[in-house]
């Protein structure tokens, strides 16, 4: 093979993986400019739990049964956890190891469908309703809202398990389902942190 024709392909690959590198970048920004816009949601429900707070002269309101804390305790440990657990599968596909991706991918969805249950559980257990009071209603607000993204994430987790069934999908080189999972994934933890501190300790 002549030296010109050596040159030609060395350029055409250098290219392709620039190429392809920026294409992943974009759309890694793309979906933390998505989950800005929805941290920015978030903030202006916090705020208004905490103002509603602020001006309310009891809080909780008068005859509102106390939050228990032993189970959201536990549901947050869990939720935490599969953060760090979801964490090892974006190390393992650098590896090229799909199978133990599929196996953290699967432990994290099994976490995250407990820490669902557990909040469905706290739900039908609470001696408030929606509309009981304001406090019920923020509380329902703020916890279901997280919850519908804990399930969105539960969906993308799925997806990553399903699409990495098929030979050659991802790889060390190409693994941007799993990238854009896992940052969605931290952030539902980072934004669970925040809600349990202002509902249940605060």
């Given at each position: 093979m002549e030296a010109t024709q050596i040159t030609n392909i060395a350029v055409d690959s250098a290219t392709e993986h620039s190429a392809h590198s920026a294409h992943t970048d974009l759309r890694v920004f793309g979906l933390l400019t998505f989950l800005f816009s929805e941290g920015m949601l978030f903030v202006g429900l916090f705020t208004a739990y905490l103002a509603f707070r602020a001006i309310a002269p009891e809080w909780p309101p008068e005859g509102t049964e106390k939050l228990e804390i032993l189970l959201p305790g536990i549901n947050t440990i869990i939720l935490v956890s599969s953060s760090f657990v979801i964490h090892q599968a974006d190390h393992a596909?650098?590896?090229n190891q799909l199978r133990a991706v599929q196996l953290w991918f699967l432990a994290t969805f099994i976490m995250g469908a407990i820490f669902i249950a557990g909040q469905l559980y706290e739900y039908q257990h609470l001696g408030f309703g929606f509309t009981t009071n304001i406090f019920a209603?923020?509380?329902?607000?703020?916890?279901?809202?997280?919850?519908?993204?804990?399930i969105i994430g539960l969906c993308?987790?799925?997806?990553?398990?399903?699409?990495?069934?098929?030979?050659?999908?991802?790889?060390?080189q190409k693994h941007f389902g799993i990238e854009a999972a896992s940052i969605y994934?931290?952030?539902v933890d980072i934004i669970w942190i925040i809600l349990f501190l202002i509902l249940y300790i605060l």
């Open positions: 596909i650098k590896e209603s923020t509380f329902f607000v703020l916890t279901g809202f997280h919850g519908l993204h804990v993308l987790i799925l997806a990553v398990l399903l699409r990495s069934l098929k030979a050659g999908h991802y790889t060390s994934w931290h952030f």
